[in-house]
């Protein structure tokens, strides 16, 4: 079973629609769970990151962790075209610097 | 707003021969890395560096990979034999200490090895 395991997509949904992208993992001991988005042939871009179980909000974004379920989501709202990237969830196991570990990424177009 | 930055951008080389990858991290981070994507896969921790020296690596960082700090600045990886299998798009990424993991990454380079 692979650690991080996110649907490659690709995910395609219209302007304004509401945007759900998810991650399963396999090791209770990841801690920290973050979201970087993608464009094509480019770095990770940080997006948000959250601790242990919960949801955080920043703006159009919401990231939820459950980690009974071993299962994050991020949610973006009110979808712009500008959003079509690729989303990588990625975790560590401890706080301070440890690697990340990431998902393959889901592929996601919005289309206008 | 500061970034990482890598050069070159672009890299085309021989198998068998030496490359080394350059990243200047944010000035005040202390915690540095080095990851690469192959092309349609997912990004993979190669190695971590703090306090000048090696924090972790995986176990595709073997003996052919290295990583330096030179000066106060830039951050390198060098292979020194590349293989076919190394062509792929290496990212540097840099950290703040007594932070939560969250690591910025440059946009990285894209080796290709022929």
């Known amino acids: 079973q692979k650690e991080v395991e996110q649907d490659p997509g690709p995910l395609s949904v219209p302007e304004g629609a509401i945007v759900s992208l998810n991650c399963t993992y396999s090791?209770?001991?990841?801690?920290?769970f973050m979201w970087y988005r993608q464009y094509s042939r480019k770095g990770p871009e940080l997006l948000m990151y959250?601790?242990?179980?919960g949801n955080k909000e920043d703006g159009r974004f919401t990231a939820q962790v459950d980690k009974s379920s071993k299962y994050i989501s991020l949610f973006i709202r009110d979808s712009q075209p500008s959003d079509s990237a690729t989303y990588l969830c990625?975790?560590?196991?401890?706080?301070?610097?440890?690697?990340?570990?990431f998902g393959t990424g889901t592929r996601l177009t919005i289309i206008p | 707003e500061p970034e990482v930055t890598q050069t070159p951008s672009h890299q085309v080389t021989q198998m068998g021969q030496e490359v080394i990858l350059r990243c200047v991290p944010i000035?005040?981070?202390?915690?540095f890395y080095w990851y690469r994507q192959i092309l349609g896969q997912k990004v993979e921790f190669l190695v971590s560096?703090?306090?000048?020296?090696?924090?972790?690596k995986s176990e595709i960082f073997d003996d052919q990979f290295s990583v330096e700090r030179p000066d106060g600045s830039n951050f390198t990886l060098k292979i020194r034999s590349t293989k076919l299998e190394d062509s792929a798009m290496y990212f540097c990424?840099?950290?703040?200490?007594?932070?939560?993991?969250?690591?910025?990454f440059g946009p990285g380079t894209r080796l290709l090895v022929l």
């Open positions: 990625a975790m560590s196991k401890d706080f301070g610097n440890e690697k990340l570990t």
């Open positions: 990424a840099s950290g703040q200490a007594g932070a939560p993991p969250s690591q910025y």
């Open positions: 560096f703090y306090n000048n020296e090696i924090s972790e």
């Open positions: 000035s005040n981070h202390l915690y």
């Open positions: 090791n209770s001991a990841f801690q920290y």
């Open positions: 959250t601790y242990s179980s």
